[in-house]
């Protein structure tokens, strides 16, 4: 028999009168934040860094593919931020997309969720819904989430975990985020959103607020179930990227191009997906997101060979670009100490402003303790200042005199580039994405 909070909740949803809060308006918070308001819901934006807050507040916008006339839009839509979890109580629905990073030992660091949590509870109210969409292990919904929830909320309020309703009870779910940044072939309403939620009817709860922005909800058991299908597509794709990563490197030494083989396996119209080689692997997904799980597997007395294995292929891109480069100036009776080095894109994939844990960042370090002298250019960096990991203050180079360095090194491959002028230009470019595909001439190292 449904709960009274259950009944009255699902109506709301249903009639697009349920307020949603979306906490973490990052990269996936913020859109997430706005697919709501086109369908209508009424949508609170909550997060701790004032300046986006503010920023959003005055129709302004700090994610390179949102244009301010969205903002400017939802604002006209009723849409607020805020930095004060205090109005969490007036929500029905609660979205945590908090960033989930590893820590200095490549352990999880959770501190980002149990600050959320902490921050919510005492705004909890019965017959709320909290879904969280931070990639992590399994077991964090229920083993982290949910006990910092229930101790420490003001009303003795409960998870409902499917027995019999209390009046007391807030629904939970998680459903992990599964966008692909800068992928304009596929909506991201036509990404199918999976769904596990604590009980039968958090679950439905769950399933009705992202059916309202999602072409297809696909359920799971439980949120741990939910948690783990994140993981396995990302640990999919780290494994995947390790494997050409290390058939590339064979293929340079048998001279051959692996790329020309990647395509000719992708005519194969079944059992194969293809994945591509590059400098390394960049973003706060594909880097991060397995060590969660092969953390997690220690407690279980097991070791995730694969994705250590993967990790540590993945993680020696960085100095094969450089041994390239190194090389590649040999043949020219160069060295690296002393030469000028221009990286061309530093996103940590093409067409995009996201710079965290790009393999440009290691490379640009690596190439300045070999005495290389570096200079950047990508358009959606006019400037590399300093992250948890790095501190460059750098400032983006024009490109208008390329002759003046003995190295033009391709890391991320805009589509803004004009590749043919670049290499026309240049004493020697090294391309690690095949950019210059198609285009002849002795001035290119592929590596
Ligand atoms: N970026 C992606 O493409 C992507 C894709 C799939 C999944 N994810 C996952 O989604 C989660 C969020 O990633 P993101 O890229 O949006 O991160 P982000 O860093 O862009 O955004 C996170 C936001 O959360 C805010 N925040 C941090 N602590 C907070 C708190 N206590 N209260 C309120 N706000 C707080 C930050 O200020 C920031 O604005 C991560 O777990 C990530 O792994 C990201």
């Known amino acids: 028999m449904p709960s009274g909070l259950f009944t009255e909740l699902k109506e709301k949803i249903q009639s697009r009168q349920s307020k949603v809060a979306v906490i973490g308006l990052g990269y996936v918070g913020l859109p997430l934040a706005l697919l709501y308001i086109d369908q209508k819901f009424p949508v609170t934006g909550f997060d701790i860094d004032r300046r986006k807050v503010d920023t959003l507040n005055q129709g302004g916008s700090y994610i390179y593919r949102i244009e301010t006339t969205d903002i400017k839009h939802a604002l006209s839509c009723g849409f607020t931020a805020t930095a004060e979890y205090s109005r969490l109580t007036e929500m029905d629905a609660v979205i945590i997309c908090v960033p989930t990073p590893l820590n200095d030992y490549h352990e999880p660091d959770l501190s980002y969720i149990t600050a959320t949590a902490a921050a919510i509870a005492p705004n909890l109210r019965a017959g709320q819904l909290v879904v969280l969409e931070s990639t992590t292990y399994p077991g964090t919904t229920e083993d982290v989430l949910i006990p910092i929830l229930e101790k420490k909320n003001r009303g003795g309020l409960k998870a409902a975990r499917g027995g019999e309703s209390t009046g007391h009870e807030f629904f939970v779910a998680f459903s992990p985020e599964r966008e692909d940044p800068g992928n304009t072939t596929v909506a991201r309403r036509d990404i199918p959103k999976v769904v596990g ?60 191009d692996i790329w020309e083989i990647i395509d000719a396996a992708s005519t194969k119209p079944f059992g194969f997906h293809p994945f591509y080689p590059g400098p390394g692997l960049g973003g706060h997904c594909i880097p991060v997101d397995p060590f969660y799980l092969s953390w997690k597997a220690k407690e279980y007395d097991f070791r995730t060979k694969f994705i250590e294995l993967a990790g540590e292929v993945n993680v020696a891109m960085p100095y094969h670009v450089i041994a390239a480069v190194i090389h590649a100036l040999n043949q020219r009776k160069k060295a690296l100490n002393g030469a000028r080095v221009l990286v061309l894109g530093v996103a940590y994939k093409k067409d995009i402003d996201d710079l965290r844990e790009s393999p440009a960042l290691t490379i640009i370090e690596l190439l300045q303790k070999e005495g290389a002298t570096v200079s950047y250019n990508d358009p959606y960096f006019p400037f590399i200042g300093h992250g948890r990991k790095y501190d460059l203050q750098m400032k983006c180079t024009d490109l208008s005199n390329l002759a003046q360095y003995d190295c033009v090194l391709i890391v991320t491959d805009h589509s803004d580039y004009d590749y043919q002028q670049i290499v026309q230009q240049s004493q020697l470019v090294v391309d690690t994405r095949n950019a210059t595909k198609g285009i002849q001439s002795e001035n290119i190292v592929r590596c």
């Open 197 to 256: 939620g604590l009980d039968p009817q958090a679950a439905e709860l769950a399933a009705a607020l992202y059916g309202s922005i999602f072409n297809r909800v696909v359920r799971v058991s439980s949120p741990a179930a939910a948690e783990m299908t994140k993981l396995l597509e990302n640990i999919y794709r780290c494994v995947n990227i390790a494997l050409v990563n290390e058939l590339k490197l064979l293929c340079l030494r048998m001279g051959l």
